[in-house]
């Protein structure tokens, strides 16, 4: 069974950060759905920077939490992609929506 470690900090500029290790594929994908979901209230920033595998379940997991986040008036970042989890943001043209250049705080 694929493990998935999650853990939610704050920064500096008061922005939820979600603290992803290993693999978000389809048994762990709903996990960090619901991880970012927990956290609509706020501005988020989901660190991959330990995730090692990233399937269209995670991508999915992702997509759906920005645009929950942007109903409620908030962002999502995300940041520390290993080079192959940002070539799979990148083939599948998300890397500018989940790191645009305005985001409150930075």
């Given at each position: 069974?694929?493990?998935?470690?999650?853990?939610?900090?704050?920064?500096?500029?008061?922005?939820?950060?979600?603290?992803?290790a290993?693999?978000?594929?389809?048994t762990?994908?709903?996990q960090?759905?619901?991880?970012?979901?927990?956290?609509?209230?706020?501005d988020?920033?989901?660190?991959?920077?330990e995730?090692?595998?990233l399937?269209?379940t995670?991508?999915?997991?992702?997509?759906?939490?920005y645009n929950?986040?942007?109903?409620?008036?908030?962002?999502?970042?995300?940041?520390?992609?290993?080079?192959?989890?940002?070539?799979?943001?990148?083939?599948?043209?998300?890397?500018?929506?989940?790191?645009?250049?305005?985001?409150?705080g930075?």
């Amino acid at each position: 069974m694929t493990e998935l470690s999650l853990e939610v900090s704050a920064d500096h500029a008061g922005r939820v950060v979600i603290a992803v290790a290993g693999e978000v594929e389809m048994t762990t994908a709903p996990q960090l759905a619901d991880c970012i979901l927990e956290h609509t209230t706020t501005d988020v920033v989901v660190d991959l920077s330990e995730v090692t595998f990233l399937d269209s379940t995670g991508i999915t997991a992702l997509v759906h939490g920005y645009n929950e986040l942007r109903k409620q008036g908030h962002t999502m970042r995300t940041t520390g992609e290993r080079d192959v989890i940002l070539r799979v943001l990148e083939i599948s043209g998300l890397d500018g929506l989940f790191h645009g250049d305005t985001v409150p705080g930075d």
